[in-house]
Structures are given as structure tokens and as C-alpha cells.
């Protein structure tokens, strides 16, 4: 890496590297759709707010699941740390009380498509998949949600117009944790692998959940979550829901037409 790359500039090429080991199990083309579609080099994704803020953002993909996501909604309430869940849309037909009671909670819950399938945003037609999650999700939660995350960060162009159409904003994110690796790093060492790459406006990425699992018993996410709150408040910084770092709303206007008609 040249000497002559800014911090930015060295900080994006350490996370490609680092998304790119972390996928060479999954094959070389799953490596380079990443790198062409998904943080820090895909396009369109917001993927950390104002670097002089002193807030953070804990994000959350793949669940609702049982036991992973109610403990940590457990953990993120004795924390007092809001945060957002980007939910898959089968997950939420599973478990569509955990979601409502991280919505009630005051995190932000956040679209990941239906059923997590990286194939449908790459298809120049469609959009059930965005659809389809909005619907269960706005049924279980009472709100439509306006944050959108895709499946492995990839976002195509025509993936990239269908949410803007829809009036969403595509959040990626900047810290990544790796936490879906199996067998579970150690909680705490993920926290403090996290820990220095965590700087104001990061957009901090783990899993509750498993797309299409009705059960996630993984238990480090948590371990790690405890441990790396109090250690990015020492650095003098708070956390924060995606919707507040970047001041845009996380959910529609709540008036159904049928209900402004009555207006
Ligand atoms: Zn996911």
C-alpha cells in the first residue's frame, strides 16, 4: 500500500483485505462480487455518518432468532445503547414479537430482504424481495421501514434504483467484526480486534441472527457487544440508532391512504 494514502484511503483498503480473507471459503467469485458491490468500494451504501461525531451505531443482520436476539436485547437495555436491526423478512414471520420488541425498545428495525438471497438484487427486474420483507416487517412492527441493508452488502445498480425508488437509504458499514464465522471467535477478543477501528461516525457490523434459521444459539456477539460498549465510551464516544448518526428518518410516514383520506 503506497505511504502516500491517507488514513481514509489505508483505512478502506484494510477492510477490503479483511472482507476478502474472511470470504476465500466461499469461493472466488462470491470474493470478487464483494469487493465490487459491498462496503468500503460498492456503490451507494452510506456506510459511517460524520467522522466528527462523537456517536457510534452497534448494527445488527439476519435475525430475529431465539435465544441470540432477546439476549441481547437483554444486554443492549442494562447498556442503555440503542441500536439497529436489519431483520430478514423470513425471520420476522418466525418471530414477529422480537422484532416489535426491539422496535418498542427504541432501536431502529431496518429491511434485508425476504429471504437473504444475494441473486435477486443482482436481477435487473423485481423487487418482491424488498417488498415482501417491508410487509411483514411493517405487520409486526406497526412502521414501514425506510433503512435497507442488501444480502452481503451487495448492491447492484438496478438493486441500488429499486430502493431509491422506494425511497430507501442503503446503510453499509465500516467495522467489521466477522462474528458469522463458526466456530465463534472469543467475544472479547472480537471487542478488542473491533475496538480500534471503531472512530466517531462508525457503523459497527454483527449478526443476532441466521437467515432462515428459526434458531441461533450462538452466544459470543453478546459476549462481545458487553464487552466492547464500555470500551468505546472510555474513548470518549456514544452510541447512537443509524437513523439519529445520520439524521434521516428510519421509517415512512405512518398515514396508510386510507387513513389520510379520512383526514
Ligand atoms: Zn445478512
Given at each position: 500500500m503506497p505511504s502516500s494514502f491517507s488514513g481514509a484511503q489505508k483505512r478502506r483498503w484494510a477492510m477490503a483485505k479483511d472482507n476478502w480473507d474472511a470470504l476465500a471459503p466461499t469461493g472466488l467469485p462470491n470474493q470478487l462480487m464483494t469487493l465490487a458491490l459491498s462496503p468500503p468500494f460498492g456503490g451507494g451504501h452510506v456506510n459511517y455518518g460524520k467522522r466528527t461525531d462523537n456517536r457510534v451505531c452497534l448494527t445488527f443482520d439476519d435475525g430475529p432468532n431465539r435465544p441470540c436476539t432477546e439476549d441481547l436485547l437483554d444486554a443492549l437495555g442494562e447498556l442503555g445503547v440503542p441500536a439497529t436491526f436489519f431483520c430478514v423478512g423470513w425471520n420476522v414471520q418466525q418471530y414477529p414479537d422480537i422484532a416489535a420488541r426491539a422496535a418498542r425498545e427504541g432501536h431502529d428495525v431496518g429491511n434485508h430482504s425476504m429471504s437473504h438471497s444475494r441473486k435477486q438484487g443482482l436481477?435487473?427486474?423485481?423487487g418482491d424481495h424488498i417488498d415482501a420483507a417491508e410487509r411483514v416487517i411493517a405487520d409486526a412492527i406497526g412502521k414501514v421501514p425506510r433503512l435497507y441493508r442488501p444480502p452481503w452488502g451487495w448492491l447492484s445498480p438496478f438493486e441500488r434504483a429499486r430502493l431509491s425508488s422506494r425511497r430507501y437509504t442503503v446503510v453499509g458499514w465500516d467495522v467489521y467484526t466477522r462474528d458469522w464465522k463458526l466456530p465463534e471467535t472469543d467475544g472479547e477478543l472480537m471487542a478488542r480486534t473491533a475496538l480500534p477501528q471503531v472512530i466517531g461516525g462508525s457503523i459497527i457490523l454483527f449478526h443476532d441472527g441466521c437467515a432462515l434459521a428459526t434458531t441461533w444459539t450462538k452466544t459470543q456477539t453478546v459476549r462481545a457487544v458487553r464487552a466492547l460498549v464500555p470500551m468505546v465510551r472510555d474513548k470518549g464516544l456514544e452510541f447512537s440508532t443509524v437513523s439519529d448518526l445520520l439524521s434521516i428518518p428510519a421509517y415512512a410516514e405512518t398515514q396508510t391512504p386510507t387513513l389520510k383520506a379520512l383526514a
Open positions: 436481477m435487473p427486474l423485481g
